[in-house]
């Protein structure tokens, strides 16, 4: 079992920064592909960007590329989201998601994911 708590979200101005936290428990995090959701009232849970066991591959949804950065830290059982330049519309609810398929996290797709987190709010004020 893996629980997942995310950390970091709040109130920026746009152009601001902020980096996201996904701590996991358990001895088995490096097993786990993550990925960064993002969703908004009344709309589909949307998919951020997704990293591999290793950190090695990468992979961005369209609105963030340039923006935002996905990292983990095995040793410290942790993703991170680094969101640089934020607008209005990236605030959301932030969620972290661990799978063992990497085909889940290329699906870009919310499905497949074996464990959730409870989600962190970003608000961007303009």
């Known amino acids: 079992q893996v629980q997942l708590v995310e950390s970091g979200g709040g109130l920026v101005q746009t152009g601001g920064s902020l980096r996201l936290s996904c701590a996991a428990s358990g001895r088995t995090f490096s097993s786990y592909h993550m990925a960064w959701f993002r969703q908004t009232p009344g709309r589909e849970r949307e998919f951020v960007a997704g990293i591999s066991l290793s950190g090695t591959t990468r992979y961005s949804g369209d609105s963030v590329k340039g923006r935002y950065t996905i990292s983990r830290d095995n040793a410290k059982n942790t993703v991170y989201l680094q969101m640089n330049s934020l607008k209005p519309e990236d605030t959301a609810v932030y969620y972290c998601?661990?799978?063992?398929?990497?085909?889940?996290?290329?699906?870009?797709?919310?499905?497949?994911?074996?464990?959730w987190g409870q989600g962190t709010q970003v608000t961007v004020s303009s």
């Open positions: 998601a661990g799978t063992k398929f990497w085909g889940t996290v290329q699906s870009m797709g919310v499905r497949g994911y074996d464990y």
